[in-house]
Protein backbone atom coordinates (compact mmCIF):
# COMPACT_ATOMS: atom_id res chain seq x y z
CA UNK A 1 0.00 0.00 0.00
CA UNK A 2 1.64 3.18 -1.01
CA UNK A 3 0.69 5.26 1.87
CA UNK A 4 2.78 8.38 1.10
CA UNK A 5 0.36 9.20 -1.93
CA UNK A 6 -2.61 8.85 0.56
CA UNK A 7 -3.91 5.96 -0.09
CA UNK A 8 -4.73 6.25 3.88
CA UNK A 9 -5.22 8.79 5.96
CA UNK A 10 -4.12 8.41 9.81
CA UNK A 11 -6.20 11.30 11.58
CA UNK A 12 -4.80 12.44 15.11
CA UNK A 13 -8.38 10.66 16.96
CA UNK A 14 -11.25 8.59 16.04
CA UNK A 15 -14.40 7.17 17.76
CA UNK A 16 -14.55 3.24 18.45
CA UNK A 17 -18.07 2.34 17.36
CA UNK A 18 -19.32 -0.91 17.40
CA UNK A 19 -22.21 -3.58 16.95
CA UNK A 20 -22.96 -2.79 20.98
CA UNK A 21 -22.71 0.20 20.70
CA UNK A 22 -25.49 0.68 17.38
CA UNK A 23 -27.65 -2.13 19.35
CA UNK A 24 -27.85 0.46 22.65
CA UNK A 25 -28.63 3.50 20.63
CA UNK A 26 -31.03 0.99 18.40
CA UNK A 27 -33.03 0.09 21.74
CA UNK A 28 -33.52 3.68 22.66
CA UNK A 29 -34.85 3.94 18.94
CA UNK A 30 -37.99 1.83 19.48
CA UNK A 31 -38.76 2.91 23.20
CA UNK A 32 -40.53 5.28 24.69
CA UNK A 33 -38.06 8.04 25.69
CA UNK A 34 -35.36 9.46 23.16
CA UNK A 35 -34.37 12.29 25.47
CA UNK A 36 -34.73 13.13 28.98
CA UNK A 37 -35.38 9.41 30.31
CA UNK A 38 -34.26 6.67 32.24
CA UNK A 39 -30.75 5.83 30.30
CA UNK A 40 -29.28 9.50 31.29
CA UNK A 41 -30.02 8.51 34.87
CA UNK A 42 -28.24 5.27 34.46
CA UNK A 43 -25.06 6.85 32.26
CA UNK A 44 -24.91 9.16 35.44
CA UNK A 45 -24.79 6.54 38.01
CA UNK A 46 -22.70 4.53 35.79
CA UNK A 47 -20.01 7.38 35.30
CA UNK A 48 -20.38 8.39 38.96
CA UNK A 49 -19.52 5.10 40.07
CA UNK A 50 -16.33 4.65 37.76
CA UNK A 51 -14.93 7.91 38.86
CA UNK A 52 -15.36 7.42 42.33
CA UNK A 53 -17.90 10.08 42.96
CA UNK A 54 -20.88 10.51 44.60
CA UNK A 55 -22.92 12.48 41.42
CA UNK A 56 -22.60 12.84 38.11
CA UNK A 57 -24.93 15.24 35.81
CA UNK A 58 -24.85 13.96 31.97
CA UNK A 59 -25.65 17.27 29.67
CA UNK A 60 -25.16 18.46 26.38
CA UNK A 61 -21.37 18.67 25.82
CA UNK A 62 -18.05 19.51 27.62
CA UNK A 63 -18.32 23.69 27.22
CA UNK A 64 -21.87 23.69 28.69
CA UNK A 65 -19.87 21.48 31.62
CA UNK A 66 -17.51 24.43 32.06
CA UNK A 67 -20.47 26.39 32.12
CA UNK A 68 -23.08 24.88 34.73
CA UNK A 69 -19.46 24.20 37.26
CA UNK A 70 -18.68 28.25 36.81
CA UNK A 71 -22.76 28.71 37.54
CA UNK A 72 -23.11 26.30 40.73
CA UNK A 73 -19.39 27.81 41.84
CA UNK A 74 -21.49 31.34 42.06
CA UNK A 75 -18.81 33.37 39.65
CA UNK A 76 -20.14 36.46 38.96
CA UNK A 77 -19.07 39.81 37.36
CA UNK A 78 -16.21 40.80 39.22
CA UNK A 79 -14.93 37.69 40.50
CA UNK A 80 -11.27 36.53 38.32
CA UNK A 81 -11.22 32.70 37.80
CA UNK A 82 -7.49 30.98 37.29
CA UNK A 83 -6.75 28.35 34.14
CA UNK A 84 -3.75 28.01 31.81
CA UNK A 85 -3.41 28.91 28.30
CA UNK A 86 -2.61 25.69 26.72
CA UNK A 87 -6.10 24.26 26.88
CA UNK A 88 -9.34 24.36 24.15
CA UNK A 89 -11.10 27.97 24.23
CA UNK A 90 -13.59 26.47 26.76
CA UNK A 91 -11.94 26.27 29.64
CA UNK A 92 -12.02 30.14 29.65
CA UNK A 93 -14.90 30.68 27.72
CA UNK A 94 -16.89 29.62 30.77
CA UNK A 95 -15.38 32.19 32.71
CA UNK A 96 -16.64 35.03 30.46
CA UNK A 97 -20.11 33.38 29.83
CA UNK A 98 -20.72 34.45 33.64
CA UNK A 99 -18.79 37.77 33.43
CA UNK A 100 -15.73 37.49 35.07
CA UNK A 101 -12.36 37.68 34.10
CA UNK A 102 -10.18 34.38 33.35
CA UNK A 103 -6.72 34.93 34.53
CA UNK A 104 -4.08 32.72 32.77
CA UNK A 105 -1.25 30.84 34.73
CA UNK A 106 1.73 29.54 33.23
CA UNK A 107 2.86 26.19 33.16
CA UNK A 108 5.07 23.41 34.35
CA UNK A 109 7.76 23.11 31.55
CA UNK A 110 7.91 18.99 32.42
CA UNK A 111 4.40 18.19 32.78
CA UNK A 112 2.83 20.87 30.34
CA UNK A 113 -0.11 21.01 33.26
CA UNK A 114 -0.66 24.87 34.82
CA UNK A 115 2.16 25.23 37.64
CA UNK A 116 0.64 25.31 41.21
CA UNK A 117 3.51 28.06 41.85
CA UNK A 118 1.88 30.28 39.20
CA UNK A 119 -1.42 29.92 40.57
CA UNK A 120 0.05 31.17 43.81
CA UNK A 121 1.30 34.46 42.04
CA UNK A 122 -1.71 35.08 40.30
CA UNK A 123 -4.34 35.47 43.44
CA UNK A 124 -6.10 38.31 44.32
CA UNK A 125 -8.95 39.30 46.34
CA UNK A 126 -10.68 39.13 43.41
CA UNK A 127 -10.47 34.98 42.87
CA UNK A 128 -12.74 32.59 43.38
CA UNK A 129 -11.82 29.27 41.71
CA UNK A 130 -8.76 27.59 39.77
CA UNK A 131 -10.21 25.78 36.69
CA UNK A 132 -6.86 22.98 36.38
CA UNK A 133 -7.06 21.55 33.14
CA UNK A 134 -5.40 18.11 32.85
CA UNK A 135 -4.26 18.48 29.89
CA UNK A 136 -3.50 15.42 27.11
CA UNK A 137 -4.99 13.35 30.05
CA UNK A 138 -1.98 13.65 32.27
CA UNK A 139 -3.48 14.78 35.68
CA UNK A 140 -2.09 18.24 37.42
CA UNK A 141 -0.51 18.41 40.83
CA UNK A 142 -3.95 18.20 42.43
CA UNK A 143 -1.86 18.26 46.06
CA UNK A 144 -0.62 21.47 45.74
CA UNK A 145 -3.55 22.60 44.60
CA UNK A 146 -5.93 21.87 46.73
CA UNK A 147 -3.44 23.20 49.37
CA UNK A 148 -3.78 26.80 48.00
CA UNK A 149 -7.40 26.45 47.12
CA UNK A 150 -7.56 25.50 51.14
CA UNK A 151 -5.52 28.28 51.93
CA UNK A 152 -7.47 30.96 49.92
CA UNK A 153 -11.00 29.29 50.28
CA UNK A 154 -11.12 28.53 46.18
CA UNK A 155 -13.73 26.39 44.14
CA UNK A 156 -12.00 23.90 42.31
CA UNK A 157 -13.36 22.70 38.80
CA UNK A 158 -11.11 20.24 37.26
CA UNK A 159 -11.35 20.29 33.36
CA UNK A 160 -10.88 16.48 32.79
CA UNK A 161 -12.10 16.85 29.08
CA UNK A 162 -9.15 14.47 28.43
CA UNK A 163 -8.85 12.41 31.47
CA UNK A 164 -11.59 10.18 31.85
CA UNK A 165 -9.74 6.72 33.45
CA UNK A 166 -6.82 8.69 34.27
CA UNK A 167 -5.13 8.38 38.03
CA UNK A 168 -4.05 10.71 40.23
CA UNK A 169 -2.09 8.57 43.61
CA UNK A 170 -4.67 6.00 43.25
CA UNK A 171 -7.58 8.16 42.79
CA UNK A 172 -9.70 8.29 39.40
CA UNK A 173 -10.02 11.68 37.85
CA UNK A 174 -13.22 12.94 38.66
CA UNK A 175 -13.31 12.42 42.58
CA UNK A 176 -10.89 14.77 44.00
CA UNK A 177 -11.77 18.86 43.37
CA UNK A 178 -15.32 20.58 43.57
CA UNK A 179 -15.81 19.43 40.72
CA UNK A 180 -14.84 17.97 37.84
CA UNK A 181 -15.88 18.13 33.59
CA UNK A 182 -15.86 15.62 31.24
CA UNK A 183 -16.40 16.05 27.22
CA UNK A 184 -17.66 13.43 25.16
CA UNK A 185 -16.77 14.55 21.97
CA UNK A 186 -16.10 11.53 19.50
CA UNK A 187 -12.03 12.63 20.02
CA UNK A 188 -12.18 11.57 23.66
CA UNK A 189 -11.70 8.54 25.35
CA UNK A 190 -15.45 7.36 24.91
CA UNK A 191 -18.31 9.03 22.95
CA UNK A 192 -21.69 9.92 23.18
CA UNK A 193 -22.09 12.14 19.72
CA UNK A 194 -21.58 15.03 21.33
CA UNK A 195 -22.31 14.86 25.33
CA UNK A 196 -20.08 15.93 28.79
CA UNK A 197 -20.88 16.02 32.54
CA UNK A 198 -20.10 17.15 35.64
CA UNK A 199 -19.12 14.94 38.36
CA UNK A 200 -19.09 16.11 42.31
CA UNK A 201 -19.37 14.91 45.75
CA UNK A 202 -20.83 17.73 47.07
CA UNK A 203 -25.00 17.67 47.41
CA UNK A 204 -25.61 21.44 47.05
CA UNK A 205 -23.74 21.59 43.81
CA UNK A 206 -25.38 18.91 42.61
CA UNK A 207 -28.94 20.41 42.89
CA UNK A 208 -27.07 23.65 41.15
CA UNK A 209 -26.13 21.37 38.18
CA UNK A 210 -29.00 19.62 37.62
CA UNK A 211 -31.40 22.92 37.66
CA UNK A 212 -28.74 24.42 35.30
CA UNK A 213 -29.05 22.24 32.56
CA UNK A 214 -32.81 22.50 32.64
CA UNK A 215 -33.72 26.26 31.86
CA UNK A 216 -33.37 26.68 36.32
CA UNK A 217 -36.71 24.33 36.30
CA UNK A 218 -37.69 22.08 38.54
CA UNK A 219 -40.49 19.99 39.61
CA UNK A 220 -38.45 18.46 42.90
CA UNK A 221 -41.64 19.15 46.09
CA UNK A 222 -38.37 18.85 48.04
CA UNK A 223 -37.04 22.29 46.66
CA UNK A 224 -40.51 24.36 45.36
CA UNK A 225 -41.05 27.46 47.26
CA UNK A 226 -44.98 26.19 46.83
CA UNK A 227 -46.70 23.05 45.98
CA UNK A 228 -49.59 24.06 44.25
CA UNK A 229 -50.58 20.43 42.08
CA UNK A 230 -48.90 17.62 40.93
CA UNK A 231 -48.63 19.70 37.14
CA UNK A 232 -46.52 22.75 39.40
CA UNK A 233 -42.87 23.47 38.51
CA UNK A 234 -40.51 27.08 39.19
CA UNK A 235 -37.90 28.33 37.59
CA UNK A 236 -35.89 28.83 40.34
CA UNK A 237 -32.59 30.04 38.52
CA UNK A 238 -31.89 31.94 35.15
CA UNK A 239 -30.48 28.20 33.64
CA UNK A 240 -29.93 27.05 29.82
CA UNK A 241 -31.45 24.01 27.76
CA UNK A 242 -28.28 21.87 28.30
CA UNK A 243 -30.03 18.46 28.61
CA UNK A 244 -28.62 15.62 26.72
CA UNK A 245 -30.66 12.42 25.22
CA UNK A 246 -31.38 9.05 25.91
CA UNK A 247 -29.79 8.56 22.66
CA UNK A 248 -26.66 9.71 23.60
CA UNK A 249 -26.60 8.19 27.22
CA UNK A 250 -27.31 4.67 25.79
CA UNK A 251 -24.38 5.04 23.76
CA UNK A 252 -22.44 6.31 26.80
CA UNK A 253 -23.08 3.30 28.68
CA UNK A 254 -22.01 1.22 25.90
CA UNK A 255 -19.00 3.01 25.77
CA UNK A 256 -17.92 3.14 29.09
CA UNK A 257 -18.14 -0.85 29.41
CA UNK A 258 -15.27 -0.22 26.85
CA UNK A 259 -13.48 2.66 28.53
CA UNK A 260 -10.54 0.55 30.42
CA UNK A 261 -9.95 -1.60 27.53
CA UNK A 262 -9.47 1.68 25.04
CA UNK A 263 -6.91 2.89 28.02
CA UNK A 264 -5.36 -0.16 27.84
CA UNK A 265 -4.75 0.17 23.72
CA UNK A 266 -3.59 3.41 24.30
CA UNK A 267 -1.40 3.01 26.72
CA UNK A 268 0.01 0.20 24.81
CA UNK A 269 0.17 2.75 21.91
CA UNK A 270 2.49 5.21 23.82
CA UNK A 271 4.60 3.12 25.20
CA UNK A 272 5.54 1.98 21.64
CA UNK A 273 6.03 5.74 20.69
CA UNK A 274 8.16 6.42 23.61
CA UNK A 275 10.43 3.37 22.83
CA UNK A 276 10.77 4.58 19.55
CA UNK A 277 10.89 8.24 19.63
CA UNK A 278 13.58 8.28 22.79
CA UNK A 279 16.30 7.71 20.80
CA UNK A 280 15.76 10.77 18.59
CA UNK A 281 17.85 13.28 19.55
CA UNK A 282 15.44 16.14 17.73
CA UNK A 283 12.40 14.90 19.48
CA UNK A 284 11.30 15.35 23.43
CA UNK A 285 8.58 12.80 24.61
CA UNK A 286 5.88 13.43 27.33
CA UNK A 287 6.57 13.39 30.72
CA UNK A 288 4.49 11.78 33.13
CA UNK A 289 4.55 13.21 36.45
CA UNK A 290 5.48 10.54 39.38
CA UNK A 291 2.29 8.43 40.95
CA UNK A 292 0.26 9.47 38.02
CA UNK A 293 -1.82 7.39 35.25
CA UNK A 294 -2.59 9.69 32.17
CA UNK A 295 -5.58 8.20 30.07
CA UNK A 296 -3.31 9.93 27.03
CA UNK A 297 -5.90 11.11 25.26
CA UNK A 298 -3.31 13.20 22.74
CA UNK A 299 0.12 12.25 22.53
CA UNK A 300 2.46 15.18 21.59
CA UNK A 301 6.30 15.22 20.72
CA UNK A 302 8.24 18.43 21.70
CA UNK A 303 10.49 19.20 18.56
CA UNK A 304 14.01 20.86 19.56
CA UNK A 305 13.97 22.77 16.86
CA UNK A 306 17.55 24.16 17.20
CA UNK A 307 18.48 20.75 16.05
CA UNK A 308 16.61 21.11 13.07
CA UNK A 309 16.92 22.88 9.48
CA UNK A 310 13.57 23.56 9.33
CA UNK A 311 10.54 25.27 11.56
CA UNK A 312 7.60 23.27 12.18
CA UNK A 313 5.04 24.02 9.39
CA UNK A 314 6.93 22.59 6.91
CA UNK A 315 7.31 19.29 9.05
CA UNK A 316 4.12 19.54 9.86
CA UNK A 317 2.92 19.76 6.31
CA UNK A 318 5.26 16.84 5.33
CA UNK A 319 3.31 14.16 7.94
CA UNK A 320 0.33 15.26 5.95
CA UNK A 321 1.44 14.27 2.94
CA UNK A 322 2.68 11.42 4.37
CA UNK A 323 -1.32 10.51 5.51
CA UNK A 324 0.06 11.16 8.89
CA UNK A 325 -3.08 13.33 10.59
CA UNK A 326 -1.20 15.56 13.13
CA UNK A 327 -2.87 18.46 14.61
CA UNK A 328 -1.06 21.27 17.61
CA UNK A 329 -3.27 21.07 21.09
CA UNK A 330 -3.14 23.89 21.90
CA UNK A 331 -2.99 27.82 20.76
CA UNK A 332 -2.34 29.84 23.75
CA UNK A 333 -6.34 31.02 24.65
CA UNK A 334 -5.44 34.57 24.52
CA UNK A 335 -3.51 34.42 21.31
CA UNK A 336 -7.01 34.19 19.73
CA UNK A 337 -8.51 37.91 18.61
CA UNK A 338 -11.40 37.86 20.93
CA UNK A 339 -9.40 37.98 23.71
CA UNK A 340 -6.84 40.20 22.40
CA UNK A 341 -9.63 42.65 22.10
CA UNK A 342 -10.18 41.86 25.75
CA UNK A 343 -6.78 43.41 26.73
CA UNK A 344 -5.05 40.25 26.46
CA UNK A 345 -1.31 39.96 24.96
CA UNK A 346 1.73 37.93 24.52
CA UNK A 347 4.05 37.81 27.08
CA UNK A 348 1.65 36.61 29.82
CA UNK A 349 2.90 33.23 30.09
CA UNK A 350 6.45 32.57 28.08
CA UNK A 351 6.87 29.37 29.38
CA UNK A 352 2.89 28.32 27.46
CA UNK A 353 4.11 30.28 24.27
CA UNK A 354 7.32 28.70 23.66
CA UNK A 355 5.74 25.39 24.37
CA UNK A 356 3.40 26.11 21.59
CA UNK A 357 5.50 26.70 19.06
CA UNK A 358 7.50 23.29 19.14
CA UNK A 359 4.93 21.37 19.76
CA UNK A 360 3.16 18.18 17.78
CA UNK A 361 0.35 15.96 18.04
CA UNK A 362 0.38 12.63 16.62
CA UNK A 363 -2.65 9.93 15.99
CA UNK A 364 -3.33 8.61 19.00
CA UNK A 365 -6.75 6.17 19.36
CA UNK A 366 -7.86 2.91 20.11
CA UNK A 367 -9.13 2.05 16.59
CA UNK A 368 -5.79 2.89 15.17
CA UNK A 369 -4.18 -1.35 13.69
CA UNK A 370 -0.51 -1.44 15.17
CA UNK A 371 0.52 -0.89 11.34
CA UNK A 372 -0.55 2.28 12.02
CA UNK A 373 1.62 2.83 14.74
CA UNK A 374 4.67 1.51 13.03
CA UNK A 375 3.81 3.75 10.07
CA UNK A 376 3.59 7.14 12.10
CA UNK A 377 6.42 6.09 13.50
CA UNK A 378 8.70 5.12 10.76
CA UNK A 379 7.61 8.54 8.74
CA UNK A 380 8.12 11.02 12.01
CA UNK A 381 11.58 9.60 12.49
CA UNK A 382 12.37 9.57 8.57
CA UNK A 383 11.56 12.82 7.97
CA UNK A 384 12.79 14.39 11.32
CA UNK A 385 15.93 12.91 10.10
CA UNK A 386 15.88 14.38 6.68
CA UNK A 387 15.70 17.79 8.48
CA UNK A 388 18.30 17.08 11.18
CA UNK A 389 21.46 19.70 11.69
Request: proline share 4%; glycine share 6%; net charge negative.
Amino acid sequence: MDRINNAKFIPYGRQWIDEDDINAVIEVLKGDYLTTGPKIREFEEKLAQYTGAKYAVAISNGTAALHAACFATGIKEGDEVITTPITFAASANCVLYMGAKPVFADINPETYNIDPDEIRSKITERTKAIIPVHFTGQPCDMDEIQKIAQEYNLTIIEDGAHALGAEYNGRKIGSIGDMTTFSFHPVKNITTGEGGAITTNNDELYKKLVLFRTHGITRDKDILLKDKGPWYYEQQHLGYNYRITDIQAALGISQLDKLERFLAVRRDYVRKYNEAFSAVEEVETPYQLENTNSAWHLYIIKLKLERLNCGRRQLFEEFIERGIGVNVHYIPVYYHPYYRQLGYNKGLCPRAEELYESIITLPLFPKMEKEDVEYVISNVKEVIQNHAI
